[in-house]
């Protein structure tokens, strides 16, 4: 008993000795000691993680959550190596060195090159003489408990509160000793905040107060848009959202100089019992005019060419919509630019109208800058639009790395543009491009070949829509920045088991309901798609569909692929921002073959090509949610249908729907999840390569995903990430298994069934590391199976029969591991 106590406390000590180093305690100076950790305690309806937020005091990451602090030792190694007076020598000399040069040349080109790199060398050691070395950047310091920061941190609490009308909040503070994995921390403390905010505060009633009896008429007119709501809580950030809305409204309004100054708040709290409250707002008159005055556009005028003089030579000028157009050259069509132009002579002035105005004209992608202003002398009130125009031609090239289905290749693009190509503002733009890439065969399981990507695409846009319309008709859809696109193109795939070319043509009407909404109606797509199967694939490809049903091998005859197709999306908070939660939602609709029951297209009976009659849905959800400046929660939800109903039941190649991959379910390789429960064939070698052998890709009619991912930045460019995937592709049809002798073989079930599906949903999980250089996203994520709809049931569940390395036998599930350039979604 007495050995056993004395092993307790050798084994407690060590802890404790092992805690010690790993939080870094070690590190702090006399009478410090470490924040290791903060807690707010507040009611249900208040945000805690926005109480801690407010304190302005961070704690130290912890590594995967468990009590080391990484951070902190990469911290105190950098700063044991950094001398400053290093720095300081280097700093000298590089500057003697740039000065040296600079006196021994004379052209002005060169100095002012020379002049521009030695800034940017003294940024960069100023850089580091302010924020210390790498290690020092990417690490923390120790997090140090400070009674006067923790006061503040209450006061901002209490601000919180009262500003969100909890005027009677109570808030205090309690230091608790840490006991990191239950063992105390002889130099760590916890503190605990709580909060009461009492009773809120709440609107009873809002009075208006103005001497001008128009402006008080259309605050009443608009008040059901006020933030300031009867029966609702006192928000001090209302009232800041309703000055700005009653100042945009008055500026909407023809209220050319109001400003929000001239609005006033009045809160009592003490004329009404029960914490009610009564709001007063006050818009105030200009001290030197003594009232405010509404501005009416007297004249319109457009300068396209602004950032050009000659000298001598006055600007052209035309008018069209009581629009006055001024250029040295008449380069545009004037007629399609007044549709981009809202404001009207004798109509009352409007910030929004103008705004829009700007950005329209912005949109055409032939002004390098839009300006608009105001003259107000002499009592006129005059709109004066300014333009620069961009370089009529534009070349531009691009050299990387794509990554698709896994495996990096490099890749080259050329870009041409011509910018007003027929003085209509249509842009022609002409692209190539050509790639090599690494791709898993579609038939062997484990090898990578070489495929090579090149194709060539030329469009022209026209910034208004190609159909007969009315001229007022015309102008009014200037608001939505319609557009026409054409285009052509020929696109080229070598990969080991065919070549594929595909003449496609487009022709669609895009446009903007507003700044996060677009839509796309896409009247035309036709395609011309040939391909030169190597034999043993032609072989393959037929014994697939002979002895399990799989029609893929329709989609490699020479065919003829023709749809209408419409889709929108919705960017909320632009999609991917650190900044705030934002959301991506877009879903399409296409109608395969339905041009050919309008027209025949003669090419289909002289090629005896064959075609496609398929109707294909898909919806796609994205959500990223903040949850503190280093972490964000990631969610995706993908679904899809494609259904065919020409006489060869099947789809074109890309409209089929897949599963794997590094942008799909990462713990099966790219497009080799599913059909349903239906089973891979059995592995020729199971003791080296598991047991199933995922030679070919699976393609499904009906497709649903969904993915969840957990992101924290870990320290400078590197980033980590655990992630949690599920999904699957059907068929409609059951797909049937033949063995040699023309039995049905039992193979489980392909056939998308709603008493079944979410039975045969793979599962997967892991983790990855991603290096965020800002420009580029480098992604490596290992995929773990947790459950497999093609094993048996009963024996699904395979979390515990994962393996990093061959050889893997029955009883062992692959790791699967994916690169990739960018997030997954």
């Keep these: 008993m007495i050995l056993n106590r004395k092993k307790s406390k050798y084994f407690l000590i060590l802890v404790g000795i092992l805690l010690q180093g790993c939080l870094g305690t070690r590190h702090l100076k006399e009478n410090e000691q470490l924040l290791y950790k903060q807690k707010v305690t507040a009611p249900k309806n208040i945000s805690k993680s926005k109480l801690e937020e407010l304190t302005g005091i961070e704690t130290n990451r912890k590594l995967l959550f468990m009590p080391m602090h990484l951070l902190v030792s990469m911290y105190y190694t950098g700063k044991r190596k950094f001398d400053p007076e290093k720095f300081e020598r280097k700093k000298e000399k590089k500057l003697k060195k740039f000065d040296t040069k600079i006196a021994r040349t004379t052209k002005v080109k060169r100095i002012n090159n020379l002049q521009f ?36 941190a209450v006061d901002r609490i209490k601000d919180y509160l009262f500003t969100n009308g909890y005027f009677n909040n109570v808030v205090r503070y309690e230091i608790e000793k840490a006991t990191p994995l239950g063992f105390r921390l002889k130099r760590g403390i916890n503190i605990r905040y709580h909060a009461n905010p009492g009773t809120a505060y709440v609107i009873d009633s809002i009075l208006f107060e103005t001497r001008d009896t128009a402006i008080l008429e259309l605050l009443k007119k608009h008040s059901i848009n006020s933030y300031l709501v009867k029966g609702e809580r006192y928000n001090q950030e209302n009232f800041t959202k309703e000055r700005e809305r009653i100042d945009l409204l008055m500026k909407d309004m023809g209220y050319y100089d109001f400003s929000r100054q001239y609005i006033l708040y009045e809160v009592d709290t003490a004329s009404l019992p029960d914490r009610k409250i009564i709001v007063k707002v006050s818009i105030k008159d200009p001290a030197k005019r003594g009232y405010h005055r509404k501005f009416y556009i007297t004249e319109i005028n457009f300068t396209t060419d602004a950032g050009i003089t000659m000298p001598g030579i006055n600007r052209k000028q035309l008018t069209f919509r009581n629009i006055r157009f001024q250029s040295y050259e008449n380069s545009y069509n004037i007629k399609i630019l007044s549709q981009r132009i809202f404001m009207e002579s004798g109509k009352p002035y409007s910030r929004t109208t103008t705004f829009n105005t700007q950005r329209q004209l912005a949109n055409l992608d032939v002004f390098k800058f839009v300006n608009i202003n105001f003259d107000t002398t002499g009592g006129q009130f005059i709109a004066n639009i300014f333009t620069s125009t961009f370089d009529r031609y534009q070349w531009s090239h691009e050299v990387g790395l794509s990554v698709t289905q896994g495996f990096p290749g490099p890749y080259y693009n050329l870009n041409f543009k011509k910018r007003n190509i027929f003085r209509g503002l249509e842009n022609f733009e002409m692209n190539g491009r050509i ?8 038939t062997e399981l484990g090898s990578v070949y070489q495929s090579v990507d090149a194709g060539i695409n030329a469009s022209i846009t026209f910034p208004q829509f190609l159909i007969p319309l009315r001229e007022n008709t015309r102008y009014r859809l200037g608001k939505l920045n319609p557009r026409t696109k054409a285009q052509l193109g020929f696109n080229y795939t070598d990969r080991p088991e065919y070549q594929r070319s595909n003449t496609s043509f487009t022709y669609t ?28 694939f032609d072989n393959l490809l037929d014994s697939l569909f002979i002895y399990q049903g799989n029609t893929l091998k329709f989609s490699f005859d020479p065919s003829f692929v023709s749809s209408t197709g419409f889709a929108m999306s919705w960017n ?32 289909i009976e002289n090629r005896n090509l064959q075609t496609f009659r398929y109707i294909r849905l898909n919806a796609d959800v994205r959500r990223i949610t903040i949850l503190n400046k280093n972490t964000t929660l990631a969610f995706r939800f993908n679904a899809g249908v494609g259904y065919s109903y020409s006489d060869n039941k099947a789809l074109p190649y890309e409209k089929y729907f897949f599963a794997g991959g590094s942008n799909s379910v990462r713990a099966w390789r790219p497009r080799r999840l599913g059909p349903g429960s239906y089973r891979p064939d059995e592995s020729t070698n199971p003791e080296n390569d598991g047991l199933y052998n995922y030679r070919f890709e699976v393609p499904g009619e009906i497709l649903l995903e969904n993915s969840v991912e957990l992101r924290r930045k870990l320290f400078g460019f590197f980033e980590g990430a655990i992630f949690l995937d599920m999904g699957n592709v059907w068929t409609f049809k059951p797909r049937i298994k033949l063995d040699e002798n023309d039995n049905v073989v039992e193979n489980g079930n392909s056939q998308f069934k709603l008493t079944e599906f979410y039975k045969e949903l793979g599962i997967g999980t892991g983790f990855g590391f991603r290096f965020n250089f800002s420009f580029l996203i480098l992604r490596f994520d290992v995929g773990m199976k947790v459950y497999d709809p093609a094993r048996p049931e009963g024996d699904r569940f395979v979390l515990n029969k994962i393996k990093f390395l061959g050889p893997f036998g029955v009883n062992k599930e692959p790791v699967i591991y994916n690169i990739g350039v960018g997030f997954p979604f």
Aim: zero cysteines.
């Design 572 to 603: 909320h908070n632009n999609y991917g921002n650190l900044e705030e939660n934002s959301i991506y939602f877009r879903w399409a609709v296409e109608s395969g073959g339905t041009l050919q029951g309008l027209y025949t297209f003669p090419i």
């Design 117 to 152: 790199r030695k800034q940017q060398k003294i940024e960069k050691y100023n850089d580091r003489l302010q924020n210390g070395n790498l290690f020092m950047q990417w690490g923390e310091s120790l997090s140090i408990f400070d009674t006067a920061k923790v006061n503040i």
């Design 509 to 536: 009407y895009s446009w903007d309901n507003s700044r996060i909404r677009r839509f796309d109606f896409t009247f035309a797509s036709l395609s011309i798609i040939n391909s030169k199967l190597r034999p043993d």
């Design 435 to 442: 790639g090599y890439e690494g791709v898993a065969a579609a």
